[in-house]
């Protein structure tokens, strides 16, 4: 679409919860998970007892590995039972970490990567290799407990932001590999990323406040302030709670040039969150809850780096900057599920309202200034601006039967509307003033999907069970397009509309080896829908210049997997191989300097994945995880400019992580200290040869993070040191001015970072 401003110019001139739970388990729900390991599984009283015991002494009573409960099949069940690799991320462990991002939740995930543009909030999630570098929208999906968060229309800037949420009353993190399509709906094709909430508690008074402080080398110092009050108004009955978090990002980039500065990064996140659960009867409950958080930064992480040499253009940590580049994000989400339990079927209903809106500024002068010079434009400087609002209402209404022994279903319907509107302006500066608006392109567009979906499970005697899915959407989606400028092509006014169906499909088979033991193969499809397109004309034939719509992406995997407890369930491990095959891929194309979406290319993924969780003592814990991915072509994309045969962007070959915790006493209490390290292979931003997604390659990196601390009873002290080696890792780079001649845009990892937090429990 339009929304491809910076990578359309050159083309044109050059030859871009768990579900809330039923009244009698809601006290249980919050202690479902208390592991980071890869989707280690669990009782939630097994782990209720094993965290009870840490805190009382220096030497855990229970040794073996915890079961951990997990809602990734729209059904709350062991994650051994879930026939699909589901990573499980506990918050007190991110905690213990120091994480305070989405980058940071995952960043110990093999296989996950994310695509950032430049800070906390803006980019790409990556999972199994599912993207072509320049998505036209999301390719996997974000959800809070049951909503889903963000754009699926392509021209709402789905493909470049997702919710960076804070650890604002997080429970977990569930990471599901895989296409979703059929239990999740559309833009899910490579996974899903869930955050997983609290529920309120109706039988006690509990709180946390937690105070944090670090300090980054070469940059600033930051700071948290984070507090959770859960307030039972009646026994059995009724309960909400109350969070809100304040962070202080500390910035590392110094910008050079006409506009310099220090820790220019920097900038703060704040949001609460209020959370209502009424539970008049043993069958009925209803849920509330209101959130709201906003990212703000005072300009974007980049450093330039030369596509020639690979080294900083500037000097370590430097980026040029001629004018600001501050941006922020403010999401809002609203939410009620009513949850009846008939018996024989639980009923769901879940209906939310979400609103985003954005304001984001690149300076585009390093690249635009030379490129406009060589047409005899001269300017001083240039910048992008793009505000962006979305507000999406969505119901989803599921009747899930009763546990049984022989036979389980699901049914539901789905409703979404979304409404976006994106404008984009490119403004020059002369002599210390405005200079020619190079570009100015007004894009409203309007987004609805009806679908209903279901999936049936039939378990046999001798531990084998098979479960088919199916999932059929129809979408509506209408485009205007008002656009001037020489950057925009010229004066244009379009109006756009299309519609399409899709339908995707589930099947998996579950075999119980023994009662610790499954293995498994997965069959599933998953979809990003189709569009309307920006068409121009042809000024002598009138005809169009591009289809009027773009059809959508399929993509179909194939997995088998094994996940097994052995030793008494000290050692608990999990392996797969999958198959990706991806058609019709979306891909984005210039005409007259205008983008526009074309269904081209064929890929094919291949990989593995395993992770082990290790208990060898009650004072030891150990976890390590590896992925390997063979991404590539199998049929020309034009849109990408590249062949058969080249490999998908932004995917390391070989990624893996690694786990150690000790636990022990001091001073008579309880303590532990640990050690994580994860290893990225080398990966290309975009593909060798191609002008439009122009070769960027970013070497293999390793980075070491150090964890300790200590437990007073009431008071808990967490101590972590990131990057300890102070490594200048190239975690992910912004392409969009290479075409241009520019320089790659590389976002480090932050640099060395050592911190502190203080817990208070009530």
């Not at 790409?124 to 974000?142: E, F, H, M, Y």
């Amino acid at each position: 679409m339009a929304v491809a401003l910076l990578a359309a110019f050159p083309a044109a001139h050059a030859q871009q919860s768990p579900q809330t739970p039923a009244p009698a388990a809601a006290a249980a729900a919050s202690a479902s998970v208390t592991t980071a390991a890869a989707s280690a599984s669990a009782s939630a009283e097994a782990d209720k007892d094993a965290a009870t015991d840490r805190t009382a002494s220096a030497k855990p009573a229970a040794q073996v590995l915890d079961l951990v409960t997990i809602s990734a099949s729209r059904r709350r069940e062991p994650a051994r039972d879930v026939p699909m690799q589901v990573s499980v991320i506990g918050a007190e462990g991110l905690e213990k970490r120091g994480a305070k991002a989405l980058g940071d939740y995952l960043a110990n995930e093999p296989g996950v990567s994310i695509g950032s543009n430049g800070g906390a909030g803006i980019g790409a999630i990556n999972l199994r290799g599912v993207t072509t570098g320049a998505d036209v929208s999301a390719t996997v999906g974000v959800y809070v407990d049951e909503v889903q968060i963000g754009a699926n229309g392509s021209s709402a800037g789905g493909n470049g932001m997702f919710l960076d949420m804070g650890l604002l009353d997080l429970h977990h993190v569930e990471v599901l590999r895989g296409p979703q399509g059929t239990l999740y709906g559309a833009s899910s094709v490579g996974g899903l990323v869930k955050y997983v909430t609290n529920t309120p508690d109706s039988t006690e008074l509990s709180g946390k406040v937690s105070l944090g402080a670090s300090t980054t080398s070469k940059g600033g110092a930051g700071n948290t302030v984070a507090g959770i009050v859960n307030v039972p108004l009646k026994e059995d009955v009724a309960a909400i709670r109350v969070a809100a978090y304040r962070d202080k990002a500390p910035g590392h980039i110094e910008a050079v040039g006409p506009l310099p500065g220090k820790e220019t990064d920097g900038g703060q996140s704040h949001g609460a969150r209020l959370s209502a659960l009424v539970t008049p009867s043993r069958a009925l409950s209803l849920r509330f809850t209101a959130t709201t958080q906003k990212i703000e930064r005072d300009g974007r992480d980049f450093v330039d780096y030369s596509p020639a040499t690979g080294q900083p253009v500037h000097g370590d940590l430097r980026h040029q900057r001629s004018l600001s580049e501050r941006y922020q994000l403010k999401t809002d989400l609203y939410s009620a599920e009513v949850d009846y339990d008939f018996g024989w079927a639980r009923l769901e209903a879940i209906s939310s309202y979400q609103r985003l809106d954005t304001e984001n500024r690149i300076d585009a002068t390093s690249a635009y200034v030379p490129l406009l010079a060589q047409l005899g434009i001269n300017l001083d400087a240039v910048d992008v601006r793009i505000p962006l609002t979305l507000s999406r209402n969505s119901q989803e209404v599921r009747l899930t039967s009763a546990a049984d022994k022989r036979f389980e279903w699901l049914v539901g319907l789905y409703i979404d509307r979304e409404r976006g509107r994106q404008t984009q302006y490119a403004q020059s500066y002369v002599g210390g003033g405005n200079g020619p608006q190079l570009a100015f392109i007004d894009i409203p567009s309007r987004y609805r999907e009806d679908a209903i979906f279901g999936d049936a499970t039939w378990k046999f005697d001798g531990g084998f069970s098979l479960t088919g899915g199916l999932r059929v959407a129809r979408n509506r989606q209408t485009y205007v397009q008002q656009s001037a400028g020489l950057l925009a092509g010229g004066d244009a006014s379009i109006d756009a509309a299309s519609k399409d169906t899709s339908r995707t499909y589930l099947l998996t088979g579950l075999y119980a080896l023994d009662k610790t033991s499954n293995v498994y193969v997965r069959v599933a499809s998953g979809y990003r829908p189709g569009g309307p397109n920006a068409v121009l004309r042809d000024i002598v034939t009138h005809e169009p210049l591009a289809p009027p719509t773009f059809r959508p992406d399929d993509l179909v995997s194939t997995e088998l997997g094994v996940k097994s407890s052995l030793l008494d369930r000290t050692l608990q491990i999990e392996a797969a191989v999958f198959n990706v095959d991806w058609k019709d891929i979306q891909q984005a194309s210039s005409v007259n300097g205008v983008s526009v979406v074309v269904n081209s290319g064929k890929a094919r993924i291949r990989g593995a994945e395993a992770s082990l969780s290790f208990r060898p003592s009650p004072l030891w814990s150990l976890t390590a995880s590896a992925s390997y991915n063979d991404a590539k072509l199998t049929q020309d994309a034009p849109g990408l400019d590249a062949k058969s045969g080249d490999r998908l962007p932004r995917t390391p070959r070989l990624s893996m992580a690694v786990q150690a915790q000790r636990h022990f006493e001091l001073a008579g209490h309880a303590a532990y200290a640990g050690l994580s390290v994860r290893h990225v292979g080398e990966r290309d931003a975009g593909i060798p040869g191609s002008k439009q997604l122009v070769s960027y390659k970013m070497p293999a990196y390793t980075l070491t993070d150090l964890q300790a601390g200590m437990d007073f009873g009431r008071y808990s002290l967490a101590l972590y040191a990131r990057n300890v080696f102070d490594k200048r890792a190239q975690v992910s780079t912004y392409t969009a001015f290479l075409p241009l001649g520019g320089n790659a845009m590389v976002s480090v990892a932050q640099p060395r970072t050592v911190g502190a937090t203080l817990s208070a429990s009530f």
